[in-house]
């Protein structure tokens, strides 16, 4: 590559105009040529219009609103995709402050996996709340999972680079997820599926700044076992598609993993935070199943 390849940064949103404020004055300040990146920014049906009021970075940036009626986070960034102008897209959500060398670091990537997903790195950047600390630290230990355990990597959506080309091609994310909650899952399993391959760059930061209560905590949970329940029944037809039981040494180690890990504050509390957020995944998998 002799030169840097052009980004398109999607960003789904849906009526939360002050954090898309911060996301985008995070943008506003990425190190990286003006002329090599866009920002696409789609608005999933806010029911007011204030998310416009959040574009103030356009003079610093290039943003596009595009709006179109709520679907989901699935099929509006499909929608951004669609608009995009660039080489790659670099998927992030409207709660996420990518660091200023992040595109570079993707870049850098892309030099000898173009074809590839590049998954980056998220930071809670919420430590003092407990529930946003869990649900990180669930991410984390699925990600080393599928790495100890050689099974189809896995990369979060709000930090995800993928050629534009090859993800049109490909079919972007699935419209049958509704909700923020598989759609991630499940490309990631189709694009294996077509024989592409996926490349993790922990130096692609981001960090995640979604604050959560005891409530909320259990929703987004609870939401998370609807999206695994739609995310299993999509592939139990499929021939040669192991649905094989996650094994129970998972669910140990997951209870354990804040245990093990170096800085974590009240570890015993992130623990059974954990175990809660297990709980709240089967209800959602078992209230999906039932209706």
Not at 49 to 58: E, F, I, T
Not at 87 to 104: E, I, M, S
Request: net charge positive; hydrophobic share 40%.
């Amino acid at each position: 590559m002799t030169a840097l390849p052009t980004f398109s940064i999607v960003i789904p949103t849906y009526n939360r105009p002050d954090r898309l404020v911060t996301c985008l004055q995070a943008l506003a300040a990425l190190d990286y040529p003006r002329d090599r990146l866009e920002v696409i920014v789609v608005d999933d049906g806010s029911p007011t219009p204030a998310v416009s009021q959040s574009l103030g970075a356009r003079d610093a940036i290039d943003v596009r609103l595009l709006r179109q009626p709520h679907a989901g986070p699935a099929t509006a960034r499909n929608t951004g995709a669609a608009q995009a102008g660039g080489d790659y897209l670099a998927f992030t959500d409207d709660d996420c402050k990518p660091d200023a060398d992040w595109l570079r670091a993707l870049a850098a990537r892309f030099v000898s996996a173009g074809d590839h997903v590049i998954g980056g790195r998220t930071v809670n950047a919420l430590p003092d709340n407990p529930y946003s600390s869990a649900t990180q630290l669930l991410i984390d230990y699925l990600y080393e999972w599928h790495t100890a355990n050689r099974a189809a990597a896995f990369f979060a959506s709000n930090n995800l680079a993928v050629p534009a080309e090859l993800f049109r091609a490909r079919g972007g994310f699935h419209p049958g997820f509704p909700l923020a909650a598989g759609e991630d899952r499940e490309f990631c399993r189709r694009w294996a599926r077509s024989g592409g391959q996926m490349t993790y760059a922990p130096e692609a930061v981001v960090r995640h700044a979604h604050p959560l209560t005891l409530q909320s905590f259990w929703r987004q949970h609870f939401t998370y076992g609807r999206g695994a329940f739609h995310f299993h029944r999509l592939y139990a037809g499929f021939p040669n598609e192991q649905q094989d039981p996650t094994p129970l040494t998972f669910y140990l180690k997951l209870a354990t993993f804040p245990l093990s890990r170096r800085g974590i504050r009240r570890r015993l509390s992130q623990s059974a935070l954990l175990s809660l957020a297990q709980a709240a995944t089967v209800a959602g998998y078992w209230h999906e199943r039932l209706r």
